[in-house]
């Protein structure tokens, strides 16, 4: 601090107006919402007394484990899927693009903000039995008639998601390979190490922890999803979310909706603090670069 | 083989490497042999970071080969030449103590457990490390950092030792003690190092021999004493050690003696070195060169004094010569009487055997 | 540093991740002017009666004025409290920016559903009836933790010891940010209010539990593909695309261009 200048007041209190607003508008509402999970289901209503039933009917309900189970195993796919995609890309944008750096991260950051509804549209008249995919195989001649497994299923779900995630994962890891200067993979490689052992051992460990949140991020995402699956997910692509949805919207039971999603988050937050864990274990949560 | 009898360690034969048009290297053939500690210096953008790479397998040479212990490695990629490299940034992998660092090459060639041990606990001994095991890179200084990174590269027992300016970003202090280290790991360990400089004081101080570099080219390689007493062309003169390399015209006169107009100056002796009559270039050593008070009969040829530094070890005058387009440079003891004042007319004089006398161009 | 580095196997993956990422959207954006009622190739000729359509449709023009209104307030609601709380966060050293930063960038992490639903339930709550006001709140709620994102990194990136010498000189707290910090972030910070922009008209999943009678755009997408198979929906969709990517372009030239983002091929 300059000698002379006095600051009377912490610039914090700047962000005072913010914050008022979001503790009316964030911390209060969640806290309501947690406070519903436990009250007495009406019709779109709900009133005291205070009761775990909402609880017992979520987790007594045997569509919603169903449901559960899809979520988590289409979250974990969707996340996968695009982790083990963006790693080669943001790899390439890093190391290989040269002056095709800009274009293409234009091109990935613009298709971020496609919408939502537009890209799972758009996959829904791809994937259709009249879709693109489907002529493009029968003019090829690879089939017949056209195949109506590609869409209303849990791949179409999964895919779209994929789509929807994989520019936000690219950014992110690229922002992860750039303090990985070039010089420590030729390190690496003139004390012996082929392409394979450079990526296990410097890359991966270096990357572990951006790619372990953005992996976390979307399967949180996709597991809470609610459009996707009601548009493109047929019978077998429903999920958790959706039935959410339907208590709140359609079928009224309030509680019920607000029991579930608390248990969603509760799950989640386990699925941070596990990874977290874990990270913080291999001394791989933060790296301290200097060269 | 080499000139000594060694076995070739390294050989490279007619390498030429070009970026576009333009050649980086040019038609290079060199020999160093097991053990020798060779340094290639010169400027940069002189080539000799190319050839570095070219031997590490980072590069692919535009002609030429490669040959390591007499087995072609042109086409063999990095990772599996007996060759390693210190770079100039340590680039100690972050994520692993400065133990699983240097045991990384051991690692990935699936080494038995307790001889990675062993091998670390020595290498980090060898770079007077040693314990520091389990400490983390981003504790350590930067001469430490390069420390682990030469134990790094060291465990692995290379036969050919790559170093690539390894010091430069060191401060001077550490950059003097870190040489001790090298000249002694160097005994200690017995591989053949090829070093990159482009200080000429660090090269003169390490090495065996030293290859001067100039665009691309290999002007003269020899051991220090000879590349710095007998340059073989004028830009290794000036570039190892400072030199006043000054154009002059010989002309034989009669009874053995030779005349040299340096300037509008003319000095007429007997050369033991018997320069070839025409134009030349006189090799002069700051140090080599006596100043005096100017005297009619004084027996070198007048100058006048344009500017000095106060060197501590002496003073370094620059002397302004009728007819020369540049300034001498002489660096003289530092005497009770003082220095020559700005201005002062004064007599340069030298050894006659100690100066050198390169053929020159003209135009 | 070449044979190290290259990898034509990641190269190819871009490739394809880069078709697969733009191919789906451009095949929406080539049917929005087919000439008939088909969605499927062979793409018979161009035409713009579905964009004839869709712009007498009265719903339609409704639905994104809507839209246009709501992204307005919210991006100015965002951007005023934003730079204020991002100036609070940047040059505080209080031990309140943690709790603050978390509360702020809490719904980044929260799926849509969670916000949408706690924001019904509050509303519901507190009596105030469902609609585009609703949404608003909703939408600055999503939109403010991107917007302080970047104009916190852009504080945080620019050097206070500049506004440590307007102090010096003699500016008041007020002109030393209107005259010195407003100036070195004023890019920075329109992208990302264009950004606000582009997120809240885009955005669905909170709007569909805080809305009332009335339909943003997304909304209207939502509702016709549930209804139609035409190419309107097409229509619709490239329009809105059209929006949102002009107004992350500029975000893009504005913020990415300026900062590090770019991490020099080779170094």
Redesign the interface.
């Known amino acids: 601090m300059t000698p002379g200048t006095s600051r009377r007041r912490d610039p914090v209190l700047l962000s005072f107006p913010a914050a008022m607003g979001f503790l009316l508008l964030l911390a209060v509402p969640l806290a309501v919402f947690l406070a519903y999970s436990f009250m007495t289901a009406g019709l779109f209503t709900v009133s005291p007394p205070f009761t775990f039933d909402a609880y017992a009917r979520a987790l007594g309900y045997g569509l919603n484990g169903i449901l559960a189970l899809n979520s988590i195993v289409i979250g974990l796919l969707a996340a996968a899927a695009t982790v083990v995609l963006a790693l080669p890309v943001a790899y390439w944008l890093r190391y290989c693009a040269g002056r095709w750096q800009m274009p293409c991260l234009f091109i990935i950051t613009g298709s971020m903000f496609a919408s939502y509804l537009v890209r799972i549209y758009a996959w829904r008249t791809i994937l259709g039995t009249r879709g693109v995919f489907n002529q493009g195989l029968e003019a090829l001649g690879v089939i017949d008639e056209p195949v109506g497994f590609l869409l209303y299923n849990r791949f179409s779900v999964t895919l779209a998601l994929v789509h929807i995630f994989l520019p936000y994962v690219v950014l992110v890891l690229f922002a992860g390979f750039r303090p990985l200067a070039p010089a420590f993979l030729e390190s690496a490689q003139d004390l012996g190490a082929n392409a394979w052992q450079r990526w296990r051992r410097v890359i991966l460990p270096v990357m572990a922890a951006p790619a372990a949140t953005s992996f976390l991020f979307v399967f949180i995402l996709s597991a809470a999803d609610y459009v996707t699956p009601q548009l493109i997910g047929g019978t077998s692509g429903q999920m958790l979310g959706v039935q959410v949805q339907a208590n709140f919207k359609a079928v009224g039971d309030w509680p019920q909706g607000a029991a579930i999603s608390i248990l969603m988050l509760l799950a989640f937050v386990a699925c941070y603090g596990v990874t977290l864990l874990g990270l913080r274990l291999r001394r791989l949560d933060r790296i301290r670069w200097v060269n | 083989m080499t000139a000594e009898g060694r076995a070739a360690s390294v050989q490279i034969e007619r390498v030429t490497h070009r970026y576009g048009a333009m050649a980086a290297l040019s038609d290079i053939d060199l020999t160093i042999g097991q053990g020798e500690f060779v340094t290639f210096l010169g400027p940069s953008g002189c080539g000799k970071t190319t050839l570095l790479r070219i031997i590490a397998g980072f590069l692919r040479p535009s002609e030429g080969r490669v040959l390591l212990q007499g087995a072609d490695v042109t086409a063999v990629p990095p990772h599996k030449r007996p060759v390693n490299t210190v770079f100039q940034r340590p680039s100690l992998f972050p994520h692993l103590d400065v133990g699983e660092n240097v045991a990384f090459s051991l690692r990935l060639a699936k080494t038995p457990e307790p001889e990675i041990k062993r091998r670390v606990a020595d290498a980090l001994a060898l770079v007077r490390l040693p314990g520091y095991e389990r400490r983390a890179s981003h504790e350590l200084s930067g001469g430490q950092m390069q420390r682990v990174a030469l134990a790094r590269v060291l465990v692995a027992r290379p036969r050919v030792l790559l170093l690539d300016e390894p010091l430069s970003a060191l401060d001077l202090a550490i950059r003097l003690e870190m040489e001790e280290e090298l000249r002694r790991v160097h005994r200690e360990v017995g591989a053949t190092f090829l070093y990159v400089t482009h200080d000429q004081r660090e090269a003169l101080a390490l090495s065996d021999r030293v290859a001067v570099f100039n665009r691309g080219r290999i002007e003269q390689i020899d051991r220090p004493e000879r590349v710095y007493r007998r340059p073989a062309t004028p830009f290794v003169a000036r570039f190892v050690g400072d030199a006043n390399v000054v154009p002059v015209d010989v002309t034989r006169a009669g009874g053995g003696e030779t005349s040299i107009a340096i300037g509008s100056e003319r000095i007429l002796r007997r050369f033991p070195q018997s320069p070839e009559p025409g134009p030349a270039w006189l090799v002069l050593r700051p140090e080599a060169l006596l100043l005096s008070e100017a005297a009619p009969r004084a027996p070198g040829i007048p100058g006048i004094v344009r500017d000095f530094a106060y060197r501590g070890s002496g003073y370094a005058y620059r002397i302004a010569v009728a007819g020369l387009g540049e300034m001498l440079k002489a660096e003289v003891p530092a005497v009770e009487s003082g220095p020559f004042a700005i201005g002062a007319p004064v007599d340069l004089a030298w050894d006659i055997s100690a100066c050198l006398f390169l053929r020159r161009r003209e135009g | 540093?070449?044979?190290?580095?290259?990898?034509p196997?990641?190269?190819a993956?871009?490739i394809a991740?880069?078709v697969?990422?733009?191919a789906?959207?451009a095949?929406?954006v080539l049917?929005s002017f087919h000439e008939t009622a088909?969605?499927?190739?062979p793409f018979t000729g161009f035409s713009l009666r579905w964009y004839r359509a869709v712009f007498a449709s009265p719903s339609f023009l409704n639905a994104t004025l809507n839209s246009l209104i709501v992204a307005s307030v919210s991006a100015i609601a965002t951007l005023v409290?934003?730079v204020?709380?991002?100036?609070?966060?940047?040059?505080?050293?209080?031990a309140?920016?943690g709790p603050?930063a978390l509360?702020?960038f809490?719904?980044i992490?929260l799926?849509?559903?969670?916000?949408g639903?706690?924001?019904?339930?509050?509303f519901s709550?507190i009596a105030l009836k469902l609609s585009l006001v609703t949404v608003t709140?909703?939408h600055?709620?999503y939109v403010?933790p991107y917007f302080l994102l970047i104009a916190k990194a852009a504080l945080d990136r620019m050097d206070s010891a500049l506004e440590?010498?307007a102090?010096?000189l003699g500016a008041s707290p007020w002109q030393v940010f209107w005259r010195v910090t407003l100036p070195q972030i004023r890019p920075v910070v329109i992208g990302a209010t264009s950004l606000a922009f582009?997120?809240s008209f885009?955005e669905?999943?909170i709007t569909?539990?805080v809305i009332g009678s009335q339909s943003t755009l997304?909304l209207y997408?939502?509702s016709s593909?549930r209804r139609t198979i035409d190419p309107s929906?097409n229509t619709i969709?490239t329009l809105?695309?059209l929006v949102?990517?002009v107004?992350?372009?500029v975000a893009?030239a504005l913020t990415?261009?300026k900062d590090?983002?770019?991490?020099e091929?080779?170094?």
């Open positions: 540093m070449e044979s190290t580095l290259r990898s196997f990641s190269g993956i871009t991740s880069l697969f990422l733009i789906p959207l095949v929406v049917f088909s969605l499927a190739f409290l934003g204020m709380a991002a100036f609070g966060l940047s040059r505080s050293s209080s309140l920016r603050l509360l702020f809490l719904p992490t799926p849509g559903l969670f916000l639903l706690a924001l019904l339930v509050f709550r709140l909703g600055i709620v403010f440590d010498v102090a010096d582009a997120l885009d669905f999943v569909f539990f997304p997408i939502w593909m929906i969709s809105l695309m949102t990517l107004m992350f372009a893009f990415i261009r590090g983002m770019r991490a091929v080779g170094r």
